[in-house]
Structures are given as structure tokens and as C-alpha cells.
């Protein structure tokens, strides 16, 4: 059976190979510069990191191992895991190995619960949940086996066994934030029998008598699951990898950038946003409304959540597969239909005032509304969700990274003064 271990054992050494060629034949010839701008302007569209796992394409969004988002919305989060850490999709087996691997490690340690219990009741979650995965960083094997002497070749197997256990916990981890913070009740045992993503749902303790939340717990973790290398989470993790600190530091450094609101946190306020609208309005508005009010908040000189990209220049597949889900299992929900009316009204907005490169929608447009109607109303809980996800593209992308024996990431900074003597 070839499975997630045996698989990745086969292909390294090429993936190995084709690198050492690749430098040893092109390693001087350029792929990208580098102006003032882009210096003082966050990097933007500099091309200095390679990741493999997926890429964001401006006109197509997400493409995972060459496969675009979109042909891909039917498969499970365990099989786009199998599928970043490999490029293939898995077969019937090796999706049952990696998942019998999944519930032979969700079990959390109690140490985890006591610090989250006794953290102050008004902690953020997204506080919680990386909280909770830095307290496991004593259970890391690849910690432990680096100090035994664990040969450089090796780095890659025990990160592989790091990352299996730590995404298996992380449903069970974020459901238990869940109960904990917003006091639902005793946290709720993971059911071994189901996928990852269900289980995700069941220990959440919403009921869900149609399985409908089931299959929107699915979806959600499978969209969010990477988005190439250089987004703020992926970038902080992959840096703070590379200096070795294992998976459970690195994974929590990353999900810390991604509770920033221009990044992650961006689901919790766009929810926000459309309840803003709603109950300002008592109800849907009419476009005219929305659009005035639309205005009104970027002449306040904020942000429109949910609208906007670094790198997109199209509507977000992540958006349309949401938006597809609700059409297809809502009907008549006001929350829903302020999302759907958002999308007619902001793009031409955010065009005529002139600013914003992507007026399009982001992954954070619609997914709240989904989970707000099937229950899940605490929206600053969503950034939690979205970290449960990504967290298997940044173990992914750590994985390929010490297989391909990437050394420590240190850029070369310079100074203002710098800058005016030499561009
Ligand atoms: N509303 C209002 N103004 C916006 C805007 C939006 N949605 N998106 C961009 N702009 C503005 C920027 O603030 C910037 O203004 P200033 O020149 O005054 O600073 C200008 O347009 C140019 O920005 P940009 O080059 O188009 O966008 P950036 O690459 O700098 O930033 C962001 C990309 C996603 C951060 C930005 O579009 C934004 O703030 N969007 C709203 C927050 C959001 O939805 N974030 C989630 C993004 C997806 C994600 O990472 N999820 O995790």
C-alpha cells in the first residue's frame, strides 16, 4: 500500500535531484528585482521564495499541485493534506492509513485543557488555540530527535510525524476553545469513527440533524487549507521553521499573524459588518442603501472586510465555492443575501474610488454567513477555524522544505540612508 510516508519516500530524492540540478545549472540567472517600492511596500510581488505545494494565480486564485480550486471542492481536507504533501491525490487506502493515523493522534493532552481553562473568559480564541498548540511543543519528535543526533536527510521524516499529530488534534483542540469560551457545556469526546472534518463538527456540540454543518466543515477546511508561501501565516511560519523550531513553535507563530484583521481576522469582521448592516437597516437594505453605506465606511477611512487582495485580481474561488454551498443549502436567509447583495454592490464602489488594486471578493466574504446560519454565531471563534485548515499548508510546506534541506531564512535588510545613497 502506498502510503503518506512511503509515497513521500519515493519522491524526495527526485525532488532533491531536480533542485541540485536546477542550481547547479540556472542558480545565477535572476527571477526577479527588487524596487524601492516593493522595499518599502511589504515585498509585494517579489519573487524570492519558492513553495510547492500551491500557488495563487491573479486571474485564477488557488491552485493546489497544479490542480485549480475549483475542479477540487469535492474531496476531503485529509485528501488535499495528502494531496499538498504529495501532488497526488490519495487512493483508497492511503486516504484510510492517513486517516486512521488522524484518530490514532486526536486525543489532546489534559495539561492543554488546564491552560486553557485557566485562562482569562474574555481571551480571544484565536489567544486559545495557539496557546494550546505552543503548550504541546514538549510533545515534538522532531525536537526530541534532533537532540539525539538526528541525521540532516532524516529532518523531514520525524517534521512528517510532528505534522500528522498536530492536525490531528486540532479539531478536537479548536472545539474544545469553542466550549470553553463560550461556556457550551463539557468539552465533547472525538467520535474515531468519523473523517476529520465531521468529527470537527460533532465535537462542537451544534446540533446539525441534516449533517448539512458536517458538509459545510468539510468544505470550509479543505478552501482554507494554503494559499501559497509569502501570506503573512505562511511566511512567519516557514521563517520560524527554518531555524529549526519545530512544528508546534512554528505553527503558533504563523496562526499568530493570522489573527491579524487584514489577514485571518478578516472572517470575524466581515461577519461583523453584515450584522452591522443588517440591523442598521433592521433587515436586507436595497443596493441604493448598501451602497451609500459601503461609501460611508470608506469615507470613515476604513477598510470594506471581505473585498480586496495582495495578490488576487479576480473574485476568490474560495468565495464562489462558499456562495455556490449557500445557494444550494440556504434559502432566504437575510445574513446570506446581505453577502450576495455585498458582492453586486462593493466591486464597483471600491473601482470608482480608485484605490483598492483587487475590488473582488476574498475567502472571508461569505464564509461567515454560512457558519453564522448553521449555528456557529460566535464570529471572533471563525479565525479559529480557518487556523485548523491552514495549519496543513504550513506543515506541508515544512515538510517539502527540510526534505529539500532549505537553510535558514535571512533576507538582507537595509537602511533609509542606504536606500538614498545607492537606488
Ligand atoms: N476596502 C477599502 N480599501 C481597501 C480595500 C478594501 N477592502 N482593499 C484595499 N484597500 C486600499 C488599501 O487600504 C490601500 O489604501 P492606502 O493606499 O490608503 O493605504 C489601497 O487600497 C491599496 O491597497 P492594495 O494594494 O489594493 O491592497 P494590499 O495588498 O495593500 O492589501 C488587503 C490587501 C487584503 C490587506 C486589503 O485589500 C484589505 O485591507 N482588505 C480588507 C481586509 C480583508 O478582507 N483581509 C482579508 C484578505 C484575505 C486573507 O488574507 N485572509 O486571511
Known amino acids: 500500500m502506498a502510503t503518506l510516508y512511503d509515497t513521500l519516500s519515493a519522491k524526495i530524492p527526485d525532488w532533491r535531484y531536480e533542485v541540485k540540478q536546477l542550481l547547479e545549472e540556472k542558480g545565477d540567472n535572476i527571477i526577479s528585482q527588487v524596487t524601492v517600492k516593493q522595499a518599502y511596500g511589504g515585498m509585494r510581488g517579489v519573487k524570492a521564495l519558492v513553495c510547492d505545494t500551491s500557488s495563487v494565480s491573479p486571474e485564477t486564485g488557488l491552485i493546489i499541485r497544479g490542480r485549480p480550486l475549483l475542479d ?8 488535499v493534506f495528502y494531496l499538498l504533501l504529495t501532488g497526488d491525490l490519495p487512493n483508497e487506502e492511503a486516504l484510510k492509513d ?23 473568559e474574555d481571551s ?8 494550546a498548540i505552543l503548550t504541546m511543543e514538549r510533545e515534538s519528535i522532531f525536537h526530541r530527535r534532533y537532540d539525539e543526533g538526528l541525521h540532516k536527510q532524516d529532518f523531514w521524516k520525524a517534521i512528517l510525524e510532528d505534522a500528522i499529530r498536530l492536525v490531528a488534534k486540532l479539531p478536537n483542540i479548536g472545539a474544545g476553545v469553542y466550549r470553553i469560551r463560550f461556556k457550551k457545556g463539557p468539552r465533547i469526546e472525538p467520535d474515531k469513527s468519523l473523517d476529520w472534518g465531521a468529527n470537527f463538527a460533532h465535537m462542537l456540540g451544534i446540533e446539525d440533524p441534516n449533517g448539512i454543518l458536517k458538509k459545510l466543515m468539510r468544505l470550509y477546511l479543505m478552501l482554507h487549507c494554503d494559499h501559497e508561501g509569502g501570506n503573512v501565516s505562511a511566511f512567519s511560519a516557514l521563517t520560524v521553521a527554518s531555524a529549526l523550531s519545530d512544528p508546534y513553535y512554528a505553527v503558533s507563530a504563523g496562526l499568530n499573524g493570522l489573527a491579524g484583521p487584514l489577514h485571518g481576522l478578516a472572517n470575524q469582521e466581515c461577519l461583523k459588518f453584515v450584522l452591522e448592516i443588517r440591523d442598521h437597516f433592521g433587515g436586507v437594505p436595497s443596493n441604493e442603501e448598501l451602497r451609500q453605506f459601503v461609501w460611508d465606511r470608506l469615507n470613515s477611512g476604513r477598510v470594506i472586510p471581505g473585498y480586496g487582495h495582495a495578490v488576487l485580481r479576480c473574485p476568490d474561488p474560495r468565495f464562489t465555492a462558499f456562495i455556490e454551498f449557500g445557494k444550494q443549502n440556504i434559502h432566504d436567509d437575510p445574513v446570506f443575501t446581505i453577502v450576495q447583495k455585498l458582492f453586486d454592490v462593493v466591486p464597483p464602489v471600491l473601482k470608482e474610488q480608485g484605490k483598492a488594486k483587487n475590488p473582488w471578493p476574498n475567502v472571508d466574504a461569505a464564509s461567515g454567513s454560512l457558519l453564522y446560519h448553521f449555528g456557529m454565531t460566535e464570529f471572533s471563534f471563525y479565525t479559529v477555524l480557518f487556523s485548523i485548515s491552514r495549519a496543513m499548508g504550513m506543515v506541508s510546506q515544512m515538510v517539502i522544505n527540510r526534505a529539500l534541506g532549505m537553510p535558514i531564512t535571512r533576507p538582507k535588510s537595509v537602511t533609509t540612508d542606504w536606500i538614498k545613497k545607492n537606488a
Do not use: C, K, R, S
Open 98 to 120: 492517513l486517516q486512521d493515523q488522524l484518530a490514532e493522534h486526536n486525543d489532546v493532552p489534559g495539561y492543554v485543557w488546564d491552560v486553557l481553562e485557566a485562562m482569562p
Open 72 to 79: 477540487i471542492t469535492n474531496i476531503l481536507p485529509e485528501e
Open 124 to 131: 480571544h480564541p484565536m489567544t486559545m488555540f495557539d496557546t
